[in-house]
């Protein structure tokens, strides 16, 4: 039996994983690379595609050649967008690709179960996990009930509450960040959405287990944080991780959001996992496959699970009280000023 077996029928049985592909969304700055895409299954579909081999050899060069080179000059708005594409890998996606025997687990045992915040246990590589991150939803229909990927109260209770159970069970977590926010709405706040944040961030803090945390598409504000406190805070190369969205940055620096004013934002917020690398707020930045994890989400999986499992095997190594020491002073120590 496939070992990922568990995981299929999950998939199966939730409908929530939608493999799209990356061509039904072209992103402005890849119409030239499309052009010559179209170019390519033009002289694939043709009979006498053999013997047009050659020419399709070079096309392909000269089509990776010039997305390597759109993605070396990317700006700031541009890898918004990427994280947003809607062929780029989600929670989901990545559970069905590295992690074994994965079995869901709903629920915060207070209010409901919020479908924007997806935790379960499986296995990866050598270690048993407890998985948490965010859902945003494939079709409409999925979208509206993970509500985009903005988590209520219950969704980060539900996420702490299993958080729990693995210190218990001496478990390592692992939660994968894809949120524009937490959800703002006059619910949410009346089930006590900024409280909710906020034990978390105080719990994740002091839990004896290790805790890797991967920003994998945008990372909004209180939203990310909400399950982002690790002792590795990481990043896909072409995610976003920031305190506000660009646009909810332009909206009030400039009180309009528009092309120009969400990319002076975004270049200004320093969102990019170059910037936050440079400025110390995330441990490391995972690459990606050429042209973004949406054009090839099997290498992008494969990337993850070495990425995952290589890190746990260095928080692993460290025990429980060295942990909870190191992660309080990797976040008191974000954001000091040095006067040398």
Known sequence: MDARHGTVQWIEKTGVLRMTSASTTVLPFEEPVRELERQIESLEARPDAEDMAAEITSLRANRDSLLQKIYDNLSA?????IARHPGRPQTPDYIHMICRDFRELHGDRQYGDDRSILTGLGRIGPFKVLIVGHQKGRTTEERIACNFG?????????????????????????????????????????RGQAEAIAVNLREMSRLNTPILSIVIGEGGSGGAL???????????????????????????LWKEANERTNSAAAESLCLTAKDNLSNGLVDQVVPEPVGGAHRDQTAAGEVMERHIVDRLRELTRFNSRTLVDRRYEKFRNIGAISNS
């Open 77 to 81: 708005w541009d890898v918004v967008r």
């Open 150 to 190: 903005c988590a209520h109260p219950e969704g980060y209770r539900k996420a702490l509450k299993k958080m729990k159970l693995a210190e218990k069970y001496g478990l390592p977590i692992v939660t994968l960040i894809d949120t524009p926010g937490a959800y703002p709405g006059v619910q949410a706040e009346e």
């Open 226 to 252: 909400g399950i982002g406190v690790g002792d590795r805070v990481d990043m896909m190369q072409y995610a976003w991780y920031s305190v506000i969205s660009p646009e909810g940055c332009a909206a009030i």
